[in-house]
């Protein structure tokens, strides 16, 4: 795992994941408005290298009956956007839920070392 990987990780697991992976994303990605589709396809390698979440549970967190779970306000006027953010923020909590010892040892970063590559004004 690459450390940008080891970056995406410990935003997925700090205290506002959603705020802090678009930061992650945009210190170290291309500047654009409609970050969500990019940030999608990161997260899902992360999630398929370590398998994370199943494909049922991935299909139920879809459902029209969770998203209040996984709408992003900011996005919600753009329907595609809105489906890439919704996307994104199911695999960040995919990522956040699973326990260290999935990662297989490749995730070296201690938790205390987040607050050095997040800003303090990210909002979740």
């Not at 909590?93 to 995730?107: H, L």
Request: with cysteine.
């Amino acid at each position: 795992m690459d450390s940008i990987d080891n970056l995406f990780i410990l935003a997925c697991k700090s205290i506002q994941p959603r705020g802090n992976v678009l930061d992650v994303y945009k210190e170290h990605y291309l500047k654009t408005d409609t970050p969500y589709i990019h940030i999608v396809v990161i997260l899902t390698r992360i999630v398929e290298k370590y398998n994370l979440i199943t494909v049922s549970n991935l299909i139920n967190n879809m459902s029209p009956t969770q998203e209040w779970m996984y709408v992003d306000e900011e996005v919600k006027d753009n329907e595609n956007e809105a489906w890439f953010a919704k996307t994104a923020n199911i695999l960040i909590s995919a990522i956040r839920f699973s326990a260290r010892d999935k990662f297989n040892g490749d995730f070296t970063e201690d938790l205390t070392s987040l607050s050095e590559v997040t800003s303090d004004d990210s909002t979740d």
